[in-house]
């Protein structure tokens, strides 16, 4: 058994210790706001944190998580009112949503190491990839939830 | 290459009396019409729940390019229990139905004046009509190719268009804005040349060959007004014109780039003018604008699928690159909604891209660029 902490609560899996922490939580845990993408740590659709830090799930073994806290998009906040979630929503930024989560992890985890982001810290923190092409507004969002 | 975000999946369960699928479909009566084929059960047993799509850019609606459907049915009458089926980003890449490789010729004349007397438009490149629905041929022939130029707004006095179409074993699909992501690419590429030929400026060549016209001459003026053309730009940097109608949408997008000394193309700035006839929620328009110009200027300057003793190269998004948030231009959006019929607000934004970057690099370098992707081009500051 692997112990676990994600989103605040202890859990405990019965997995192999080489499976993808993604698989974790989309398949033994149903937490399935966590996205694949490419499996290869390219797309970032798999974005959550691990201590704070914003890691790519579909390239981390279950076994490296240790005793670090996991955060996904489910406990980013429950009701929804974490400044990048209102950011989001008053700018519109999901087309299909399918990459949002992890933008929005990666936006969190950004503006967590660096309150007041510039566009070249933008730039450089945020390398998702969404295929509907919603990166005007993921800066837009990044900047007001900076402000909030 | 479409490589929406979302792989291919789906959710079958297969009962004595039911055939029940969780599927992203863009067309659900199809879906629908395949599980019953695969289960070997009539339409009525089947019951389809259609799930976000997790971006579907035409992949996930024709029929034959739901191929996902019978695969996992057969799998889940295979193994007798529900089955999820998940298609890796690899089976993604290579078992797609591709944008169509095409090419073009043409020739044209023009009088002392630079005026346009006659133009032969002669396509080739395999049809979306052969692979996806044959029923939509006509007499063996798929007028469709000639999107966006059997149908041109511009005033030519004489025009041919020969279309050869030529099938591969490499199977072709919609993509976001069909055939006129190429024909739009030829079209608005060799009114640059003639305009350069002719010694006239790119836009007001347009503007001439559009003097009869008054809705596209609007949005051809909108863009060009609001994106200050003529004006000095930064050292450096130079702009491109585009303009074409797709699906009821008249579209032009002036293009700013540059050229760096390594070759590598950089865009700035791109203004966008719309008539889509209404304009319901400008929010959403935007949106839709912002997302094909970033769908428009990935394929081109990386969109490459080569194919290799029969199977596809790439296969995930190491060897097939796609723009990313810091190459994002500034979008600006100008709609100028004439209330003509309702036009389309998704695909129209695309076509014009690729032409309006490549006639912004060519007034950069003096190079004319004749095919894409821009990755295999090698550029150089004038």
Redesign the interface.
């Given at each position: 058994m692997i112990r676990l902490n994600i989103n605040g609560e202890d859990h405990s899996v019965d997995v192999d210790p080489d499976m993808p922490l993604l698989w974790v939580l989309r398949d033994t845990l149903g937490l399935t706001g966590t996205?694949?993408?490419?499996?290869?740590a390219?797309?970032g659709?798999c974005t959550v944190h691990v201590d704070g830090q914003a890691i790519r799930a579909c390239i981390t073994p279950v076994s490296s998580i240790g005793d670090s806290k996991v955060l996904t998009i489910e406990g980013l906040q429950l009701h929804g009112d974490h400044p990048v979630q209102q950011a989001w929503m008053a700018h519109?930024v999901p087309?299909?949503?399918?990459?949002q989560p992890g933008m929005m992890m990666a936006a969190a985890a950004l503006l967590t190491s660096k309150p007041h982001p510039t566009d070249a810290d933008?730039?450089?923190a945020?390398?998702?990839?969404?295929?509907?092409?919603?990166?005007?507004?993921?800066?837009q969002a990044i900047h007001s939830a900076a402000k909030a | 290459m479409r490589l929406a975000q979302g792989t291919r999946g789906i959710r079958v369960a297969v009962t004595e009396d039911k055939v029940e699928l969780w599927a992203p479909t863009q067309n659900a009566e199809a879906t629908l019409q395949l599980a019953a084929k695969a289960a070997k059960v009539d339409p009525g047993k089947v019951e389809v729940h259609v799930t976000l799509l997790g971006g579907g850019f035409g992949r996930r609606g024709a029929p034959v390019a739901q191929n996902f459907v019978p695969q996992a049915v057969a799998i889940a009458k295979a193994v007798g229990k529900p089955v999820k089926l998940l298609w890796s980003r690899e089976e993604d890449v290579r078992c797609d139905f591709y944008r169509p490789a095409s090419a073009a010729k043409f020739t044209a004349g023009l009088d002392e004046s630079g005026a346009l007397l006659g133009w032969h438009l002669r396509l080739a490149g395999p049809s979306i009509a052969h692979t996806l629905a044959p029923a939509m041929l006509e007499h063996g022939a798929d007028v469709r190719m000639g999107e966006g130029l059997v149908d041109m707004p511009y005033g030519v006095p004489n025009i041919l268009i020969d279309y050869a179409m030529r099938n591969t074993h490499v199977p072709v699909g919609y993509w976001r804005s069909v055939n006129h992501s190429q024909n739009a690419f030829f079209k608005e590429s060799f009114i640059d040349e003639m305009a350069h030929a002719a010694d006239q400026d790119p836009y007001q060549f347009r503007r001439a060959l559009l003097a009869h016209n008054p809705l596209h001459l609007a949005v051809l003026d909108a863009a060009a007004k609001k994106a200050g053309w003529g004006e000095t730009l930064p050292p450096g940097v130079f702009r491109g014109i585009a303009h074409n109608e797709a699906y009821g949408t008249i579209v032009t997008q002036v293009v700013e780039a540059s050229v760096d000394d390594r070759g590598a193309v950089h865009v700035h700035r791109v203004v966008c003018a719309m008539d889509p006839g209404h304009v319901v929620n400008p929010d959403t328009i935007e949106a839709q604008i912002q997302g094909a110009i970033v769908f428009g200027l990935t394929a081109a300057l990386y969109g490459e699928i080569t194919i290799k003793d029969g199977r596809v190269e790439q296969g995930n998004f190491d060897d097939y690159e796609m723009l990313r948030l810091d190459a994002m231009p500034k979008v600006e959006v100008v709609l100028v909604p004439s209330g003509a019929f309702w036009g389309g607000v998704g695909e129209p934004g695309l076509p014009p891209l690729a032409p309006a970057l490549c006639n912004a690099l060519f007034a950069a370098t003096g190079q004319r660029i004749r095919s894409l992707p821009l990755k295999d081009q090698k550029l150089h500051t004038a």
């Open positions: 996205k694949f993408g490419c499996g290869i390219q797309c659709a519109d087309q299909c949503g399918y990459c933008i730039d450089q945020i390398t998702n990839i969404c295929r509907c092409g919603t990166y005007a507004r993921v800066r | -």
